[in-house]
T-cell receptor, first 117, second 112 residues
Framework: GAVVSQHPSRVICKSGTSVKIECRSL??????MFWYRQFPKQSLMLMAT?????????EQGVEKDKFLINHASLTLSTLTVTSAHPEDSSFYIC?????????????FGPGTRLTVT | AQSVTQPDIHITVSEGASLELRCNYS??????LFWYVQSPGQGLQLLLK??????LVQGIKGFEAEFKRSQSSFNLRKPSVHWSDAAEYFC??????????FGQGTELSVKP
């Protein structure tokens, strides 16, 4: 149980275009989903937290107009990178949590490799 | 400020040898601590977690970790490493907002 999927696993796009990444909890309802960014050989940096039906909360330094997050249902959150540029190339990982309580386990998706050319 | 430090960026051990990966945290209250493993190009898998109680925590794949409040440490150990354990390991602390704060990661290589 507790499987989180991401789609696509890899995407290559041209500079200036937008890319949407989906994160789904397959066998549980996720009240909260998190989006992380990971550069090569580096740690995960939290970008934003999204709760179903409400606006995402972005971490300091993350442009909310560039990284649009929609948590439309209890099983789906999407991250749209708008007007992507080469510096947006990275590994994006989502996680999902079943309850809102502190200490509840987060389940991670397999990640999406974005390359902007 | 809350933070997690993994002092070792890269560790190489021989297959069958014991392993200890270090993790130090900075957190004002009793922390929720986690160890995750990440294989290349993959997401994170939870190895074990500490919330309270017994300070020696058993996890999956034969891993264990010991919470030492006096040293602000949560080191990960395995008595005998297998080649399949080669991966990136992340220590994390969860803050009161439910957000995970990750260490920089330790890359483990296993020699045959």
């Amino acid at each position: 149980g507790a499987v989180v999927s991401q789609h696509p696993s890899r995407v290559i796009c041209k500079s200036g275009t937008s890319v949407k990444i989906e994160c789904r909890s397959l066998d549980f309802q996720a009240t909260t989903m998190f989006w992380y960014r990971q550069f090569p050989k580096q740690s995960l940096m939290l970008m934003a937290t999204s709760n179903e039906g409400s606006k995402a909360t972005y971490e300091q330094g993350v442009e909310k107009d560039k990284f649009l997050i929609n948590h439309a249902s209890l099983t789906l959150s999407t991250l749209t990178v708008t007007s992507a540029h080469p510096e947006d190339s990275s590994f994006y990982i989502c996680s999902a949590r079943a309850s809102g309580g502190w200490g509840s386990e987060q389940y991670f998706g397999p990640g999406t490799r974005l390359t902007v050319t | 400020a809350q933070s997690v430090t993994q002092p070792d960026i890269h560790i190489t051990v021989s297959e069958g040898a014991s392993l200890e990966l270090r993790c130090n945290y900075s957190y004002g209250a009793t922390p929720y601590l986690f160890w995750y493993v990440q294989s290349p190009g993959q997401g994170l898998q939870l190895l074990l977690k500490y919330f309270s109680g017994d300070t020696l925590v058993q996890g999956i794949k034969g891993f264990e970790a010991e919470f030492k409040r006096s040293q602000s440490s949560f080191n990960l150990r395995k008595p005998s490493v297998h080649w399949s354990d080669a991966a990136e390991y992340f220590c994390a602390v969860e803050n009161r907002g439910g957000k995970l704060i990750f260490g920089q990661g330790t890359e483990l290589s296993v020699k045959p």
